[in-house]
Structure formats: C-alpha cells, structure tokens
C-alpha cells in the first residue's frame, strides 16, 4: 500500500506507540484521524504529525470502551476523508498485580478497552474497506497474546482474545481486498510500563514495524530481542523466521533493562 494521501485511523494516538505511530504515519505523508481519552495531548500530537508533513489530521476525544464513542469516531473518520485505508486498533489498558486483587471495574476496563473497543472500531469501518475492496486493520497485541505471564492475568486474556479474534477476522475476510494484521510488541517503554527487567523496545521501533506492516500486511508481526528468540521457539515456531529477519531489517536497538 502506498501510505503518501492515505487515510490512516489510530486509536489511543496521545502517547505510547499510537502516538509514535501516528507521527510515523506522518512522515510517510499519510492523512490521518486521531483519538485518545485525553484531548489536549492528541490534539497536540495532530499538531506534530501536521509539522512533520501529514496534508490533514483529525483529532477527537474518545473513550473506545464505549460503542457509541469508537462507531462515532470511524464515522467521523468517514464523513472527514471518504473513506478508510489503514485502521490501527492501539489504545489499550493494563494493570499488574493478583488477580484475587483486582477490582472489578478495573477487570470490566480491560477487557471493555483492549478487547470490545477493538470489535467496534473495527465493526464501523469494515463495511466503507469491504465496499472500496480494500484496506488494512492493523491490532495492536503483545507477546502477552501467546506466552502470558503471572501478575497480568486478565491483560494477557485480553490480549488472547484479541489474536483469535484477528486470526478468525481475517479467514472471513478472504477475497474482499481487506487484510487484518496482528502486532505482538515485546515490553515498550510506554506510560503504560514501569520499570521492567530486562530488554525495553521504544515506541518508535514498535512504530516503525507498525508502518511497515501497513504497507506491506502479514499474518503476524513480532517485536522481540533476539536474545530472548529461542525462548519463543515453542510459542511462535516458523514465525520467529519473519521476525527475526524484521529485527535485522530494522537494526536491534540500544535496549535498556
């Protein structure tokens, strides 16, 4: 997909990897549509993502656990470019702790957010992609998605659902011109993370691979260092041939624990 003029959707675009990815989008000359729970700061990553070059840039506060939030943002979208070519479902939640801990409405949060905003965004633009025979819904998973972890158990449930629910998309999908992509980050320094032991990818490297993933669509995309590849051999298994060949494409960077 050529990505100069095209109309690029990304949700929770205020910081983190939807806002390294918005600006990633920019540069690439992109239209974009833009939303986030905190307005002042998407507003003022539209305005980045203008001086880096996008020819238009929409901004909107939106919270996507809500339906009728995400449906009215793709509208929006809609009613702004004419149409849809890329959809990066990216805001996410997470919380670490017991899970006899957790509190329920934070429980209700992540699976709202992570996973059923990603089902309405996804819904609204799915009918203008199909009808143009074309398009790109990039989601936005983790290596949580496939090896969980303790500590994170209802994140990494979100994050499961997620993979099959891109993995059953994209069979239904077949023929229609519209592709669905998963992106399974390793641990990015984001507001979302504290300290972590050991490596930390940026957001702008999750970004990169985002952009390029928009361009080229594929089954799957994984982020990983590559010290720790032969701990994911039994997880990802061929997988790990495409991934480590985008690592080596990109160039591993400077990772700090």
Known sequence: MRLKNAVVLVTGASSGIGEASALAFARSGARLALCARRL???????????????????????????????RGFVAGALRDFEGVDVLVNNA???????LKDMPEDT?????DTNLLGVIWTTQAALP??????????INVASVAGYRPTPYSAVYGATKHALVGLSHALRGELSGTGVKVSVVYPYITRTEMVGQAAGPVYSAEWVARLIV???????????????RVAHLLEPVFGGLLDHAIGEVRRQGEPDLKG
């Open 40 to 70: 002042e700061r998407v507003q003022a990553v539209a305005r980045h993502c203008r001086e880096l070059g996008s020819p238009k840039v929409t901004s909107k506060r939106v919270d996507i656990s809500k339906s009728a939030e995400a």
């Open 92 to 98: 996410g939640a997470g919380w670490s702790g017991h």
């Open 212 to 226: 390029r993933t928009a361009r080229l669509p594929r089954r799957d995309a994984i982020v990983f260092p590559l």
């Open 128 to 137: 203008a992609m199909i009808a143009a025979h074309r398009g790109v819904i």
């Open 107 to 111: 429980i209700r949060q992540l699976v």
